[in-house]
């Protein structure tokens, strides 16, 4: 390892990528500070895929793959009605295989706050702040926050999402692709005084064009989930989101129906479109992007959270071996960027399935998966929904 050059960094947003970046800068002996625009970090989430290819290598590198697995939500059982309750399909798989092609499951609030855990009391926090203003010059970067104070950074990482104020403030706009679906998801306390599921089964509903899905999470929480055909995201608010479900989609399910009605106001429902982020660089000057700010997959490639840790650690990494921090930036959007591609690419065909949008119509669709044996059905579920990307991860 080099001796650290510009060694003090700041990193917009302290989500999985940029917690995971901070960590491994702190590792190399730099000094990272994160700037976060929430007041403090709440325990909501939703379901995501830690995959076995990449995300939980690099985790075990952290030290935290052990503790995550404890929180892991083994969906193994997969049930598929049609809107009328008719049984479309039941679909079994073993824990291994499970692993090897969906990954590990869980709730983000649960590998947020795991990340969390290993800087919280090594780097700096700027809770309730954001980044207002970048100027570059030949010397670092000074940076305007929102709640008026300046400072001075070598360099600035945007870790801060889908909807990147860092890469809007320095790139500009139009690097969105949407691919027409919109989606709603929660995990809240089961409050239907009912078991929801078994342990291991996630339960789906699918329309000609929608998808709905539900799981219990232990014996205290339930999980989820409404995909849909929609251009842009439409419903504000969490009353409206409720209703909407409720309207919409609960007609097709008495016990998803149940759930839906007992979400309070503060229940956080996530709810927005799956937006691919594509841009021809990640850098520009002392700035640079990882995670979904630089290359959102979608929720449909199942390894946006994978990538995002991936990418921080290869960054971190460049950073630490090469003193010129442009070289150091092209080599992490060299090293990454034909992984980001495969996987905006793979979310494609299932994000149509999803909508409803696949080559056969609804009712033949489901004609045809009901006369499938249950071993094909398990070989065609784990390859169409895959969440399998490799990516070397260099010592």
Same mark, same amino acid.
């Given at each position: ?25 702190? $590792? ?107 100027? $570059? ?91 849909? $055909? ?8 969490? %009353? ?20 839906? %009605? ?18 021809? %660089? ?114």
């Amino acid at each position: 390892m080099l001796p650290v050059k510009n060694k003090r960094i700041l990193i917009s947003g302290g989500g999985i990528g940029g917690i995971t970046l901070a960590y491994f800068l702190h $590792q190399q002996g730099f000094i990272p500070v994160i700037v976060e625009s929430a007041p403090e970090f709440k325990r909501v989430g939703y379901l995501l895929a830690l995959n076995k290819q990449i995300g939980q290598k690099v985790a075990r590198k952290m030290g935290v793959l052990e503790i995550l697995k404890k929180f892991e939500i083994p969906l193994t059982h997969n049930s598929l009605y049609d809107t009328e309750g008719k049984t479309v399909m039941r679909v079994d798989v073993t824990p291994e295989l499970h692993n090897e092609n969906s990954g590990l499951m869980l709730n983000r609030a649960d590998l947020h706050f795991t990340l969390y855990d290993t800087i919280k009391n090594d780097v700096e926090f700027r809770f309730g702040n954001e980044i207002i203003t970048i100027t $570059q010059d030949e010397f670092g970067t000074e940076v305007i926050f929102s709640d008026g104070s300046k400072d001075r950074f070598d360099l600035i990482v945007g870790a801060d999402g889908v909807n990147s104020k860092t890469r809007k403030l320095v790139f500009g706009e139009g690097f969105e692709r949407n691919l027409n679906v919109g989606y709603f998801a929660f995990i809240v306390p089961n409050r239907t005084n009912e078991p929801i599921s078994g342990k291991h089964d996630l339960i789906a509903i699918r329309g000609e064009s929608f998808l709905l899905a539900y799981h219990a999470i232990g014996e205290s929480e339930v999980g989820g989930y409404v995909f849909h $055909q929609e251009a842009v995201s439409s419903a504000e608010g969490n %009353e409206k989101r409720r209703s909407t479900m409720i309207r919409e989609y609960g007609k097709y399910n008495l016990k998803f129906l149940r759930i839906l %009605e007992t979400l309070t106001d503060n229940d956080p429902v996530f709810h927005g479109s799956f937006t691919q982020i594509v841009m021809p %660089e990640w850098h520009k000057g002392r700035i640079c992007l990882i995670g979904d700010a630089a290359h959102c997959p979608t929720p449909a490639s199942g390894t946006g959270a994978s990538l995002a840790m991936a990418g921080a650690y290869i960054l971190a990494k460049k950073l630490a071996t090469e003193s010129d921090y442009k070289k150091a930036f092209e080599e992490y959007d060299a090293y990454v960027r034909p992984y980001v591609e495969k996987a905006q690419k793979s979310a494609l065909g299932p994000a149509k399935l999803i909508a409803g949008k696949g080559l056969i119509p609804y009712r033949f669709a489901n004609l045809f998966l009901r006369l499938l044996p249950r071993s094909f059905l398990t070989f065609i579920l784990t390859r169409v929904h895959s969440h399998k990307l490799e990516m070397p991860l260099p010592e």
